[in-house]
């Protein structure tokens, strides 16, 4: 059974259930560039401007001390832990914070806002200043106008509390979006911008007030600046917003936002501009409740294959995330992926650093988990048993083992030559182990992996996972409290006494899997779930009772059968695991 859902470690669920912004603070001022001769008088004011602003912004970034290393410790592998363990803590903050921003638009709800009804004692003295700002901006002189949206900016940029609720009460917003359309005063439209997006970092609410002043086509608009500044600002802005929820991303994808992005791609832009446009596009292909229109998003595609070849981790793994996004869906779509000639490259990314391992996975994952038997095969055939063989051996993260697990769990509900091929590559004892000794997270992957091998492998595939300790884990399961995966182990253990009884038919002998179960105490355990309060828990205890052991007293061994040559199951040592 090919399941999508049980791929939901590192973002919080999978990344498009959460909330994926970023605000642009006092440390990201500016990046000094050189104007090219094509440039405009406009734009050549603004680099001037940009370079000025560089040369008196504090950026505390390095200012900051590095701890020293403890002696004895990885500093490499601690740096993974450390990472992961952030990424984790980041997400479930940003899940919390969804309920909030899935909530249906409302203008008047703005209103109801209770985020400043505790203000701090800072911003109850901006809310004094505001209205002087906000005077300024509306009916102050060119000079004063701009000021203004500076100081509005650096408000909006401190790295904690920014006052976005007081700067919205104060009406600032739809004059900072009419700024957006200052064509003859590129610095002006260039501070508006920033402003506005982080605006468009905070809540559902505070980014609907940007919607509802009309921001969304000024900032596609701002895709065709002359000046690349600008530009990179509003495909910030844009990926903001897409990322507060699926109707704000469908908003834009109705506004003809692909070409414009496509452009910049192709148009040699900045380092930061490239990554700032990837993670933008993978906000817009994000959310399943509705999947994004897919005529709408399929122009990108091609674009997407060449992000994936771009020399940048972030670009790269942004692109990946974009591709699992658009493989989460129907088969359809999983086979527009495949037809652009990206499952090779996915799988050579596998193996690299930590940022593209997990989106890489993911995308990986998702092709064998909602595709046909054909696409899953385009995955072998791009080698991925021989990566995830590598990564398993040799990561020891959690987050990575168990996408890994799971993505294997996909490829054994396929067709039996594909469960061969995982055999063939040596994975079994690697499932059997993680199903028994790893972590929870990874055990229940591994699991599923053994349940769909058992459902759907041949009576030698199903023996040779015995001989690799399967009933081990199984067992414990048993002993566990979790109803789902006692379903599951119970399905595993019907499945595989199912087999040995064809086997046994075959060769006229004894079923020596039930044996075995019996030598290891699972049989008294499957009787104790005979009174387990879940019903297919029950039903399934029940049935391998009258099934397999009705023919035998089970409180008396002597009575067991045993065969000439008994199966024997060997201890369960962590394999050794030898990089291919």
């Known amino acids: 059974m090919k399941r999508r859902e049980a791929a939901v470690t590192l973002r919080a669920k999978t990344k498009e259930d959460i909330v994926e912004k970023r605000r642009r603070g006092f440390a990201e001022e500016f990046e000094e560039a050189t104007p090219t001769p094509e440039e405009s008088d406009g734009n050549q004011v603004l680099q ?169 086509p000024y900032f596609i608009k701002l895709l065709e600046s002359p000046s690349e500044d600008i530009r990179e600002q509003a495909v910030w802005a844009l990926g903001n917003i897409a990322g507060d929820s699926t109707k704000c991303r469908d908003l834009i994808l109705h506004s003809s936002v692909m070409q414009p992005l496509i452009d910049i791609v192709h148009n040699n832009p900045k380092q930061k501009t490239l990554t700032n446009t990837a993670w933008c596009i993978s906000n817009l292909l994000r959310g399943k409740n509705p999947l994004p229109n897919f005529n709408l998003v399929a122009p990108i595609l091609p674009t997407l294959q060449v992000l994936l070849s771009y020399p940048d981790e972030d670009v790269v793994a942004d692109t990946c995330w974009s591709l699992s996004f658009l493989a989460d869906g129907p088969e359809s779509r999983i086979d527009a992926v495949i037809q652009l000639g990206v499952v090779p490259r996915i799988v050579s990314l596998l193996e690299l650093s930590y940022l593209i391992q997990i989106p890489a996975l993911r995308a990986a994952g998702n092709i064998v988990a909602g595709g046909t038997n054909l696409q899953t095969q385009a995955m072998l055939d791009a080698g991925i048993l021989v990566s995830l063989y590598n990564i398993m051996s040799t990561v020891e993260l959690r987050s990575v083992q168990k996408e890994c697990y799971w993505v294997i769990s996909n490829i054994v509900a396929g067709t039996q030559s594909q469960i061969q091929e995982v055999i063939n590559c040596n994975l079994l004892p690697m499932i059997v182990y993680a199903a028994w000794k790893m972590e929870v997270e990874v055990r229940r992957e591994a699991l599923w992996a053994i349940a769909n091998i058992a459902a759907g492998g041949s009576c030698e595939q199903i023996h040779q996972m015995v001989r690799d300790d399967c009933f081990n884990p199984l067992v414990e399961v048993l002993k566990s409290g979790d109803g789902k995966l006692i379903e599951v182990a119970l399905g595993s253990l019907t499945n595989i006494l199912a087999s040995g009884e064809r086997i046994a038919a075959m060769h006229r002998t004894t079923n020596d899997y039930r044996i075995v179960l019996y030598d290891i105490g699972a049989v008294s355990l499957i009787e104790e779930l005979q009174h387990h309060p879940s019903q297919e828990v029950y039903e399934r205890s029940q049935a391998i009772i009258a099934d397999f052991y009705g023919d035998i007293l089970i409180s008396s061994p002597e009575q067991m059968a045993v065969s000439p040559e008994p199966f024997v199951v060997q201890s369960c040592a962590q394999p050794v695991f030898n990089i291919v």
Request: aromatic content about 6%; proline content about 4%.
């Open 48 to 216: 001037e401007y940009i370079t000025a602003s560089a040369a008196s912004t504090i950026v505390y970034r390095e200012h900051q001390k590095i701890p020293y290393a403890k002696a004895g410790v990885d500093p490499e592998k601690e740096a993974l832990k450390r990472r992961e363990a952030a990424l984790t803590l980041r997400y479930k903050t940003r899940d919390d914070l969804l309920r909030e921003k899935r909530k249906d638009f409302d203008s008047d709800d703005l209103e109801d806002d209770d985020d400043t009804d505790d203000l701090s004692p800072e911003n109850s003295a901006i809310m004094e200043y505001l209205p002087h700002l906000a005077s300024a901006l509306q009916h102050g002189t060119s000079k004063e106008r701009l000021q203004a949206t500076v100081q509005i900016r650096k408000l909006l940029s401190k790295d904690t509390n920014p006052p976005i609720n007081e700067v919205i009460k104060t009406n600032c917003v739809p004059t900072l979006v009419q700024f957006l359309g200052a064509k003859n005063d590129r610095v002006l439209q260039f501070e508006a911008a920033w402003a506005l997006t982080n605006i468009a970092s905070g809540t559902s609410k505070q980014t609907m007030s940007l919607i509802q002043a009309g921001g969304i």
